[in-house]
């Protein structure tokens, strides 16, 4: 038997709800309802059986192809070993204020650190209070180099003096770390395009805070828009997120999602692992 | 006003000829995608909705409304229910001690609102101290400081001590002793997950018995804001909210979340990241970015 319009709209009502209570966008669940609707309609089910399983794995295989691919980092760690020997990989970060760049910044030198690379970190929030300072203290904790000037400097200049530093020394990774700005601020938008026309980084990576809801689609599109973005990473996971930012981010701009943050200490970040967001995300 | 408002953001009922069945449940269905939008969360959405229907269906119109005003002036009730109709006032004593406490999330905007705030009340007479009473994230104080260095507002920071309580005890000790009557904690970042920081805050709170505590809320909050929201309440009864960064795309609908489980209103807004990016609440303002 086929299922009817009348269940097909049901069943994707259903889904829609789920995935707008586990935070996906609305614009994205309402996609994905579509989705789920064309390929069960197409289906056949055995008559007399309960076809619940059956739709379970469709609308996890929706999810499943939304879901950004895994194994980024490691292509990523290939890439800094083929080019160390050269000249340095530059990592350039940003994204909303408050998201967890600076935390990310000194939680991935350390992952660099323990896979055998060193790096610096170049201080290019020269904006927000405290910035300089908090950078500093936390990479010290993991025994890592920043190279930072005063408040009220170029961003851009920072960062060039952190590739410059870094090409003296033999360091393979710069990684810089700039200051949070919003998805509407003009001014900031260029300015982070500005960063990036200068130091010309091997990859971007946007840092956003997994709690956020459905302004993760604006966010993602304007940054993406403004500095091309290369990965996400998704911080606050241990605050009992449901992941749906990650699979709106990744419907909307389409780029893989490298590592999550679970926790404040710098070993808290981990892979990406798809199977437990498709879990998470259909509960 | 917050029904012309309303009027305006549900213009489409407005301009329809009748209200049947199908208008009232094409009128349901564009407030519920509004508000989720919005990140209001579903279970809020589904409450208001049904209420809206149930009254629709079962109330007598009032006189002198038509069957349209009559929906119009329902949602404006459902909304207002939460979150009030009068803008926030300024209401803090200035003549006695008051502590008031800020709680919330990693990277909410606690410290910068702290600083907003002791500047927005030193502005308007009040005698202001802040208090760093964040012993977790580095440079906490260094930044405090900054942000407050051309105020001439005084921060009090822990110098070794590691215990909160005894931080906080201090701090208004030495504030009392300086004749400053207004006092803000600024506390570090904590989630509900996180025991330790929620016992933490919880023993602060049965302590020193803070006037106010209020609760710093990312206007870009999803649909865990009313689940983090109440683990806060439970741990320490919220006073007030403070919503920031309304200055994004953010519509803030957790917010409503929050003050469902709180019963507390918002009293401030944050507008950016400069120390003078603070307003009053203002209900209109809010309903119209919720309903687009
Ligand atoms: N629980 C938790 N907290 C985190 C995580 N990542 C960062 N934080 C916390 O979030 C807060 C903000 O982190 P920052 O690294 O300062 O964020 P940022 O994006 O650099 O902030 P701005 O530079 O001000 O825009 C800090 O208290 C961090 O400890 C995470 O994965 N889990
Ligand atoms: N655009 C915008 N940014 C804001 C606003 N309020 C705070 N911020 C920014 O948000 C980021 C985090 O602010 P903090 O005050 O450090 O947040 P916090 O809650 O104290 O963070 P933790 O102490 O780590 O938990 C900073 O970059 C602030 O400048 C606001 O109203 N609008
Ligand atoms: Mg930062
Ligand atoms: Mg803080």
């Known amino acids: ?283 | 006003s917050l029904s012309e408002l309303l009027r305006k953001a549900v213009s489409k009922l407005m301009s329809s000829t009748s209200v049947d069945e199908k208008t009232l449940n094409e009128f349901i269905r564009d407030i519920q995608r509004s508000l989720l939008i919005s990140d209001v969360s579903v279970e809020l959405v589904q409450k208001i909705s049904e209420n809206i229907r149930k009254r629709a269906v079962q109330e007598k119109i009032p006189t002198g409304l038509s069957k349209k005003e009559h929906l119009l002036k329902i949602l404006y009730d459902e909304l207002v229910k939460l979150i009030g109709e009068e803008p926030a006032r300024l209401d803090l004593p200035k003549d006695r001690r008051y502590v008031l406490m800020m709680v919330g999330i990693q990277g909410f905007g606690k410290t910068t609102s702290t600083a907003k705030l002791a500047y927005y009340l030193k502005k308007h007479g009040y005698k202001v101290g802040v208090i760093c009473a964040d012993t977790y994230r580095p440079a906490a104080s260094i930044q405090l400081e900054q942000l407050l260095k051309d105020t001439g507002i005084p921060v009090f920071k822990a110098d070794g001590i590691e215990d909160v309580v005894e931080i906080v005890k201090r701090g208004v000790e030495k504030f009392t002793s300086e004749g400053i009557k207004t006092i803000l904690i600024d506390t570090a970042g904590r989630h509900k997950s996180q025991e330790t920081l929620m016992e933490e805050m919880k023993k602060l709170q049965e302590a020193i018995k803070p006037d106010e505590v209020m609760l710093v809320i990312d206007a870009g909050i999803g649909q865990q804001a009313g689940a983090h929201a109440e683990a806060f309440h439970k741990a320490a009864p919220i006073g007030s909210i403070f919503l920031t960064k309304v200055d994004t795309s953010a519509k803030g609908g957790g917010a409503l979340s929050a003050i469902a489980v709180t019963r507390a209103r918002i009293k401030f807004i944050g507008t950016g990241e400069k120390i003078d990016e603070i307003e009053l609440f203002d209900p209109v303002g809010y309903v119209g970015r919720l309903l687009g």
């Open chain 1, 1 to 283: 038997t086929q299922l009817s319009e009348k269940e097909l709209e049901k069943l994707a009502e259903e889904f829609k709800l789920t995935l707008i209570t586990n935070d996906v966008a609305l614009e994205v669940a309402e996609k994905l309802g579509d989705i789920l609707k064309e390929k069960l309609a197409g289906m056949k089910f055995k008559r007399f059986t309960d076809p619940t399983q059956q739709i379970r794995e469709v609308m996890s295989n929706v999810i499943e192809e939304i879901l950004p691919e895994e194994n980024n980092l490691e292509k990523m760690f290939m890439e800094i070993e083929e080019k160390k020997s050269r000249e340095p990989y530059v990592v350039l970060f940003v994204g909303p204020n408050g998201g967890g760049k600076t935390t990310t910044v000194v939680k991935f030198a350390k992952l660099l650190k323990d896979r055998g690379y060193s790096s610096i970190i170049a201080a290019s929030d020269t904006f927000r209070a405290g910035a300089i300072e908090q950078l500093k203290k936390l990479a010290e904790q993991v025994n890592v180099r920043v190279v930072s000037q005063k408040y009220g400097a170029d961003p851009a200049a920072v960062a060039m003096d952190a590739v410059m530093s870094a090409k003296a020394n033999m360091i393979p990774v710069v990684l810089i770390d700039t200051a949070g700005r919003t998805e509407v601020d003009i001014n900031l938008l260029e300015e982070m395009k500005k960063i990036k026309k200068v130091v010309k980084p091997d990859k971007v990576i946007f840092v956003g805070d997994a709690l956020m809801g459905n302004v993760v689609v604006e966010q993602a599109r304007r940054f993406n828009e403004y500095v091309g973005l290369d990965y996400i990473i998704l911080s606050k996971f241990d605050a009992d997120a449901r992941g749906g930012a990650a699979l709106s981010i990744s419907y909307v701009i389409g780029k893989p999602l490298l590592l999550v943050g679970v926790g404040q200490r710098l070993e808290d970040i981990k892979p990406f692992n798809k199977k437990l967001f498709r879990e998470i995300l259909l509960k």
